[in-house]
C-alpha cells in the first residue's frame, strides 16, 4: 500500500460471492477505461491492472504525476484481508466477529476464530 489508497469492499458478501463480485466491478472498471484488463508489475502484490486511459474520471483531484510512480496500479483481493497498520496489535471485523492478530515483528497477520455473540 502506497501514500494514497481507496478500498472497494462488500462487507456483507459471501466468501462463495466474492471473486464473481471482484469480476463485476473490475470488468466494469476496464470496460469505462478507469484500468487496463491486463495484469502488470504495477503494485507491490500478485500483480495488478495499471490505469487506463480514463483514469482520471474516477478520482476528484488528479495527480498529474501519478503515471511515473513504480507503483500506481489497482490489486484486486478477494477474502479476508488485513492491510499493514504499525499502531494496531489487534483488529476485528464487525460483521462477523474474526480477530487478526499480529505475530512477532516481520510476520504475517493470523486470523483467530470467529468470536461467540
Do not use: K
Amino acid at each position: 500500500m502506497g501514500d494514497w489508497f481507496q478500498v472497494i469492499a462488500a462487507p456483507e458478501a459471501t466468501a462463495d460471492e466474492a471473486d464473481r463480485l471482484a469480476a463485476e466491478v473490475l470488468a466494469w472498471l476496464v470496460e469505462r477505461g478507469i484500468v487496463r484488463p491486463e495484469r502488470t508489475a504495477c503494485v507491490l502484490g500478485e500483480g495488478g491492472h495499471a490505469p487506463g486511459p480514463n483514469w482520471r474520471v474516477a478520482v476528484t483531484d488528479p495527480d498529474a504525476g501519478l503515471l511515473g510512480l513504480g507503483t500506481h496500479g489497482l490489486e484486486v483481493i478477494t477474502g479476508r484481508t488485513v492491510f499493514y497498520s504499525p499502531d494496531l496489535d489487534s483488529v476485528a471485523c464487525p460483521y462477523c466477529g474474526s480477530v487478526a492478530v499480529r505475530g512477532p515483528v516481520g510476520s504475517e497477520w493470523d486470523f483467530l476464530p470467529s468470536i461467540e455473540s
